[in-house]
């Protein structure tokens, strides 16, 4: 029996604040790794808020029928005992945050207020202004402090997880990282390893991603051995500002508070509506508000794949905006306190283009926003026979967890607006408890593994140290960063064909083979981000050839996944999950598949033109759900 | 018009500081930080010399995390925000500075290191202290919109670190922790919650490296790319430092109100 449980959380965003402050609040002492000061993380950048089915809306709104939107919404894709788990303890999450201070809107009364969001007819988005992101995770961040303060958590900021440290029997027993700001590398030990790092965005580069979010972890990890799943789904957010430097995101909250997208409407022009009948394009010289006349139920509030989907569309019909692909959503006519609401992303707006959105439509783009698929982990349901033999989290590596968009739960094939917030908070509480429970089953702590082990892993990390700082080739990382993406975002993002991707597996292919003759720009050591850039950068292609060679393969439209080719959700074929492995000999990732843990809701068509409220039922829901809360 | 600039950058590590110009293509959507990634890509000074990459910090690049703050034109602020052709258009000047800012300690080119603001969030003791995150079946105490908004406002900062760069009492001969920190502590007074830990923090705010050393400049409310009403929460911590100084002269517990 180990009694002082040490674990090593890598990342400190949500998912990785709320898991450290859960495991420091069980006994745990915790070393808190983050490549930026915690507090700047990029779960900042959440603007419209978090979903929580409480019903204080008088809209007999529930955990359940929130269950079920969120596993309709990802297109029956996800493992629905976590979402329905997750659902379940959204009540208990918003209750702490509030109780932790986050300043959440309110209603006159002095309650907690909650706004419409994407694929749902209920007030179910609790928000604060448009930055609630920003606040959550600042809530969060000091309740760690607190802790760090009392000696329970321990931070490494402005240090970059690069190795896990595998025992003889494959036991996660420590990381090897470095130090961003003179590239030391250190070892740390301790009996786990949660992950927590985040999405993927800057493998497209323009993202509406942090640029901390590369990907890399994930990467080095797929590397080491573990198992990555549904890599090939994307999420494309409808609006977005194109930048040199990134695409911006505008909150789908903008809509959901009565933002409306439009183009000018051509009526010499048809288009095929989604219930099969062709109607024409608008009036000509007239808004036309495609999507409210596609899909009157949810209209702007549609999921955020068929919103990106429907746009680029109807700019392929040569509607949008100076004939590119982007449209108008217009604010101009919501009333003030409802503008004021939305407030700091009308700003940013403002600030980016010049033009004020409470005065002008704004001009909008769909652009590469999260990434749903992410690491394999297990996720035994309650009343599985082997629940207690199981870990929740963990990987396939044992001792190491992963948790927030990093791994693949929750959201499936598209992830509904406001979902994310969510999964992250509830994924690092589930750590929060799985990891001490897990540490109490093991037989012997890192203290008593070998040193040769941690030497052996720290060694290899300093060869590959030594060998890319004195790289001396003819290409630049950087550029080869802008090929990459060029590709990415034109081949694998809300349309794809094969013979396309076939191409793109190759180019990224050749891209690897001319990153072995990198120059490296900078040779020194302090603050060296060219040297951290094309380390990461290695590992980043390797997970492009995941999402690339996944799509490939799976020849149907799901969700984000959309394939003209074959333009139907195929269930016969293709309701499984897709697992990359990384093949050591060969040169692309091995693709299997396996069953979704489909226990409480059959797949049905996922249909937003017309939708009543109705009051779903879940089937098999165990008796012994226990919240980690 | 001339359709190049010239991004005139204050690098180097301590001790070691010099200027060094980058010649660039104008371009109607370049911030800041999109020019340095041209840097990056292409490390050609305006000699025409091969150099290193410029290092800077960035994050989110949308103004909310707080990691991109540097002296542009000699001025604290945001370069995700500074857009290229506003500088140029409102100063007449194709030439633009970067510069780190000097209130913390250099690591390289555009880089500090802020460690000293976190630790400052650590001093005012900046959290509400839950008895745990264990569901009681109950929320917080219930707040007005009024109130929430005004918390709201003072928890937009994101340590970002301008308000410290424009203070002239920040400096070697102080230990004044700055306007972000005091306004920390009217947020988390502001709290219902936190409020009953107000006499701490107020103590933390009576000390050296409290509101003693704000100088009552005002530059920090003219730099906060968040509008956050820095000059209105000091004068605030200021009011209430002297009734708790009262306070703990009288010897009483901090039971009832006696304001």
Redesign the interface.
Known sequence: MIKKKEVIVVGGGLAGLACA??LA?KGSFVKLISV??V????S??AQGGINIAINLKGEDDSPIIHAYDTIKGGDFLANQPPVLEMALAGP?I???M????C??????????DFRRFGGTLYHRTAF??A?TG??LL??LD??V??Y??KGLIEKF?NHEFLRLILDEKGIARGIVMHDL?NLKLEVLKADAVVIATGGLGLIYKKSTN???CTGAANGRLYMQGMKYANGEFIQIHPSCI?????M??ISESVRGEGGRIWVYGNSSKTIEFPDGTTHPCGKTGEPWYFLEEMYPAFGNLVPRDIGAREVLRVCELGLGIDGKLQVHLDVTHLPPETQHKLE?VLD?YQ??T?DDPRKKPMKICPGVHYTMGGAWTDWPAADDSDRLERFRHMTNLKGCFNIGESDYHYHGANRLGANSLLSCIYSG?VAGVEVPRYIDSLSSSYTQTDEKIFGDSLRIEEQIQEELLSKDGSE?V??LH?ELSDWMVRFVTVKRDNPDLVKAIDKIKEIRTRYENIGM??R?K?????YVFAHQFKAMLEIALVITKGALLRNEFRGAHFKPEFPERDDANWLKTTIATFDRKGDEPVITYEPIDMRHLDPIQRDYTKAKKIVPTLKNIPENIE?P? | MDNKYTLKIFRGTPGNQYWEEFELERNSAANVISALMEIQKNPINKKGEVTTPVAWEQGCLEEVCGSCSMLINGKPRQSCTALIENYIQSTGSTTITLAPFTKFPLIRDLCVDRTSMFESLKKIRGWVSVDGSEDTGQFGPSISPEVQEAMYTLSTCMTCGCCTESCPQVNEKSDFMGPAAMSQIRFFNANPTGKLEKSDRMRVAMGDEGIAGCGNAQNCVKVCPKNIPLTESLALIGREASKQAIKDFLGLPDAGNID
């Open positions: 402050m859960k609040e930026t000061k507090r700047r993380s990029h900042v950048c208990g918003l209750r702490m509030d109780r932790m201070g300043p959440l809107n309110r209603t006159p009364e002095g309650h907690v604060c202004g930055s920003q606040q600042y809530s000091e309740q402090r607190r760090e303060t900021e700001f942090s640029t901390f194109p930048g040199n430097d990134k911006r995101l700091s940013i600030k980016f010049g509480l630049n950087h550029q802008d720009a900078d020194g302090t603050l060296n981000q060219t919240l809360l």
